[in-house]
């Protein structure tokens, strides 16, 4: 059995940071192997890919309309993975979900709220 738990949102003005956390409960070396990723979804938008980083070097992939603002790590010893979160803008705005994916098969969490607002 695969849990994840986000957690870090919040509500921030424009221009403000989080850091939003994803920890995983399973059995064995899952976490380490799985490919982690964030995604997002705003009200009345389907959900997108924020960012993407594998298990065997770490490499990392961005939605286009990250443009640098985001970090996407992971601590394998923790099994917990993060999402730095800067310069943030109104449009942000949307539950953060993390998933992983091994093989054929995909979890999810159940999503931090992060609200960009002044």
């Known amino acids: 059995q695969v849990q994840l738990v986000e957690s870090g949102g919040g509500l921030v003005q424009p221009g403000g940071s989080l850091k939003l956390s994803c920890a995983c409960a399973?059995?064995?070396?899952?976490?380490?192997?799985?490919?982690m990723s964030w995604y997002r979804q705003a009200p009345g938008k389907e959900r997108e890919l924020v960012a993407t980083?594998?298990?065997?070097?770490?490499?990392?992939n961005y939605g286009d309309f990250v443009k640098g603002r985001f970090t996407i790590s992971r601590d394998n010893a923790k099994n917990t993975m993060y999402l730095q979160v800067n310069s943030l803008k109104p449009e942000d705005t949307a539950v953060y979900y993390c998933?992983?994916?091994?093989?054929?098969?995909?979890?999810w969490g159940q999503g931090t709220q992060v609200t960009v607002s002044s």
């Open positions: 399973s059995s064995g070396f899952f976490f380490s192997r799985a490919a």
């Open positions: 998933s992983a994916r091994l093989g054929p098969l995909t979890y």
């Open positions: 980083i594998t298990s065997t070097d770490g490499t990392t």
